[in-house]
């Protein structure tokens, strides 16, 4: 069928397109200019570095370590949706093609990213291991190769629930040879590593597929792949797809706790069971958090502490007012309670957290900078400050669209 | 029989002026009264319900919750409601336990009668062992009976439940059935919307055909078969007819 033919196509569009707005978004986000910087910082750094090591440094080693993880590991993008199993499973047969075109993607994006690495690591095995460059070349061509055999290997697994067994063959026969390419061995030894990988093919591999193939397997490799891009983009912008993401953190419920029993009660422990646990709202606080910190370590002790304590919080604050649409009317709380208890719980919800946060700058400011005074105005600024964003902004914000 | 505890008068309606999808509905429902509203899908039953709800304003007449419209005080009026939705809806980030203390909360319910009555309803539907439970982990049926003990938790005046029975286990319908039995014992009015009209027939204690938008007929299993002419027609028989638009009390 025609329409089974260009789904490969239509499919992969969809996310590329997809993708390509969340691409744009981070592009324009300072995240890409830090990026640049420590591209540029980093790669002098590199140059540098290398030029002081001598040629016993176990550079072997490292890259065994590193390519034999980066062949090893073969995600497989499928762009299969949970539909699929009730309407495509029955033309399974005609969707061969969709699996090959599916695997030649999975191949170039990893292919891809070997050569990144090994273009990265090209000044450091040229100094430190051999600088001819006609075997750097052909390093890369046989890692290419090893790439397809595990690219071959993970798609033959997935007509198999259990694979653990085969995928450690197939990660310490990979390993395995790296290390010998690497470390250049005779050239019989490596002959007998291929012998194994040809036979564990022929022998084990290969008839795998005489099972059915496991529609659940590749839609959550599907599934944990496209976790991962959202989460990677989550860390620029809101997306979503991933609010419905949600950990217990038993061991924080015991805060909401404090809240106790009674109808003032409800949407404060809602809201702080939600920040606990739902979507990345946790995350973007402890991450923004760290990263303050360690900017306060960093940078010029003194002054700069505070205000970094002060943008924090306030980029910490812009974030989590989305914390707001958590809400939705159920069943029962809804028809009860007025909207004026469920903007006030949130708001306070809201101005707690981002005070608990800038006491915990604030302790750090004293600790880094041993002055009391700065210490003090941070936090005594801070809390002014966070008061005035709260409850002119976001309240003027919750009250007028009733979202945020 | 006791005093009304829903009325609706000339409830005109729908998601919008334009798109009326009520037409000048009459009813009520008594104080320890069960009464079945049954009609085809897109009858309206769920926007009829929908409009008791307060979640949508009619164009046209009114609606009392123990005499007292929701313009008059929202907060009362609704929390003199209990409702089963058709479709469970649960936050994802909260478990068993919390969505039922949630809800014990927000009706100001005292923490001693909540924890008075969670044991026995949690029994009655084998949720006991779920306490800690989060919904991802939850069956269809399993949130459905969230809904329901949310519900029977608060024993408000008023039930309304929308098309409960299905995807509930054998056990848990009667529970359910039993539940609401009792609880019209204590003076509760249930309004049950549902397409199991064997179990309609034998529990409920008046009817309400909607047709269209309309109420086609009303009254209990005896007025109504009086009004066909046939005493021994069935609610299926007799919805069957209603829902082909024969008018069978013309004939």
């Not at chain 1, 061509?141 to 197939?170: G, I, M, P």
């Not at chain 2, 309004?191 to 027939?201: G, R």
Request: hydrophobic letters at 45%; aromatic letters at 12%.
């Amino acid at each position: 069928m025609e329409k089974i033919k260009q789904l490969w196509m239509v499919r992969r569009g969809e996310f590329w397109q997809e993708a390509s707005r969340y691409l744009k978004l981070l592009g324009n986000s300072g995240f890409m200019f830090s990026l640049y910087i420590l591209i540029l910082g980093g790669g002098v750094y590199y140059q540098r570095w290398i030029k002081g090591l001598s040629s016993d440094f176990p550079t072997e080693w490292i890259l065994t370590a590193v390519f034999g993880i980066l062949v090893f590991r073969t995600p497989l993008r499928t762009f299969l949706k949970s539909a699929d199993l009730v309407f495509l499973l029955p033309v399974e047969k005609q969707l061969a093609g969709y699996f090959r075109q599916a695997l030649i993607y999975n191949g170039l994006l990893q292919g891809t990213s070997i050569v990144f690495v090994w273009a990265i690591a090209m000044p450091l095995y040229r100094h430190t291991v051999s600088s001819d460059i006609m075997g750097y070349l052909i390093i890369l061509v046989l890692l290419f190769a090893v790439k397809a055999w595990n690219l071959y290997a993970v798609w033959q697994e997935q007509h198999v629930l259990e694979s653990t067994l085969y995928d450690l063959l197939r990660g310490f026969l990979t390993i395995v040879f790296i290390g010998m390419v690497l470390f250049k061995t005779p050239w019989w030894a490596v002959v007998i590593v291929i012998l194994a990988i040809v036979v564990l093919t022929l022998s084990i591999i290969q008839p795998l597929s005489k099972h059915l193939l496991k529609w659940d397997k590749l839609l959550a490799g599907e599934k944990r792949q496209l976790e991962r891009f959202y989460r990677l983009a989550n860390m620029i912008t809101d997306v979503p797809k991933m609010r419905n993401r949600m950990k217990p953190r038993r061991w924080l419920t015991g805060l909401t706790e404090l809240y106790g029993y009674g109808q003032a009660q409800v949407f404060k422990k809602f809201y702080l069971k939600t920040f606990i646990r739902s979507g990345e709202y946790l995350g973007i606080w402890f991450r923004l958090l760290l990263i303050g910190i360690l900017l306060m370590i960093l940078l010029p002790k003194g002054v700069t502490s505070a205000i970094v304590a002060w943008v924090f919080t306030y980029l910490t604050a812009s974030q989590l007012t989305a914390l707001y649409n958590e809400y939705f009317a159920s069943s029962s709380t809804s028809f009860t309670l007025s909207e004026k208890y469920l903007k006030s719980s949130f708001l306070h919800i809201y101005s707690t957290v981002l005070l608990v946060q800038m006491v915990i700058f604030s302790l750090f400011t004293l600790f880094i900078s041993r002055s009391l005074e700065i210490a003090g105005i941070t936090l005594l600024v801070g809390l002014a400050l966070i008061y005035a964003f709260t409850y002119s902004y976001v309240k003027r914000k919750v009250n007028k669209t009733g979202t945020v | 029989m006791g005093k009304p505890i829903l009325e609706v008068e000339h409830l005109s309606g729908g998601y919008s002026r334009k798109a009326q999808v009520l037409h000048d509905l009459n009813f009520h429902v008594n104080q320890g009264e069960l009464v079945g509203l049954v009609g085809l899908n897109g009858a309206g039953k769920s926007t009829t319900i929908k409009h008791i709800l307060g979640l949508l304003e009619p164009t046209e007449g009114v609606i009392k919750i123990a005499g007292q419209t929701i313009q008059e005080d929202a907060d009362r009026y609704r929390s003199r409601i209990g409702y089963i939705p058709e479709t469970p809806s649960l936050y994802e980030q909260l478990t068993l336990s919390e969505h039922l203390e949630l809800t014990a909360m927000a009706y100001g319910l005292k923490k001693e009668v909540y924890e008075k009555r969670l044991p026995g309803l949690l029994e009655m539907f084998q949720m006991t062992n779920r306490l800690k439970w989060f919904p991802a982990h939850f069956s269809k049926g399993m949130k459905q009976k969230v809904m329901i003990l949310s519900a029977f938790l608060v024993e408000p005046a008023l039930y309304v439940v929308d098309e409960p029975f299905v995807g509930l286990d054998p056990l848990a319908i009667q529970a359910l059935l039993d539940l609401m039995v009792e609880m019209k014992e204590k003076g509760s009015g249930i309004l049950m919307s549902t397409h199991i009209l064997s179990t309609a027939e034998q529990y409920c204690d008046r009817f309400i055909l909607l047709h269209q938008g309309k109420i086609a007929m009303q009254g209990t299993m005896e007025e109504l078969r009086q009004k066909v002419g046939d005493p021994k027609i069935t609610l299926h028989d007799l919805y069957v007819a209603v829902a082909k638009g024969e008018e069978p009390w013309k004939k």
